[in-house]
């Protein structure tokens, strides 16, 4: 069973820049889909990007297009998200997913594997 963690939340003003990190425990490839999720305070779980490990087009939610940018480094296991941009509305609790079938719908029902997650709290 693969762990995931995730690193890199924090606290930001709207308009500034985090990067998130999901270290796997071992090769993404083991595992076709990787990607983020968010669900902030009374909300929902909801997918944020997602992208096959072994090459194709990333997937984003609506909400974060061209503000976000998912990637992987194959040499260390790891997931990234570049958000830039960043607004009040983005704040939630950020979770990294593995092993999500189908992957550019990015329904949480369909993920198999969670991190912990990392907060991430956007002021005005």
């Known amino acids: 069973q693969v762990q995931l963690v995730e690193s890199g939340g924090g606290s930001v003003q709207a308009g500034g820049s985090l990067r998130l990190s999901c270290a796997a425990s071992?090769?993404?490839?083991?595992?076709?889909?990787m990607g983020w999720f968010r669900q902030a305070p009374g909300k929902e779980r909801e997918g944020v990007a997602t992208?096959?490990?072994?090459?194709?087009?990333?997937n984003y939610a609506d909400s974060v297009m061209g503000r976000f940018t998912i990637s992987q480094d194959d040499a260390k296991n790891t997931v990234y998200l570049q958000m830039n941009s960043l607004k009040p509305e983005d704040t939630a609790m950020y979770y990294c997913?593995?092993?999500?079938?189908?992957?550019?719908?990015?329904?949480?029902?369909?993920?198999?594997?969670w991190g912990q997650g990392t907060q991430v709290t956007v002021s005005s």
């Open positions: 992208m096959h490990t072994g090459g194709g087009g990333p």
């Open positions: 071992e090769s993404m490839y083991s595992h076709n889909c």
């Open positions: 997913a593995a092993d999500i079938v189908p992957c550019r719908t990015m329904i949480p029902d369909s993920v198999i594997y």
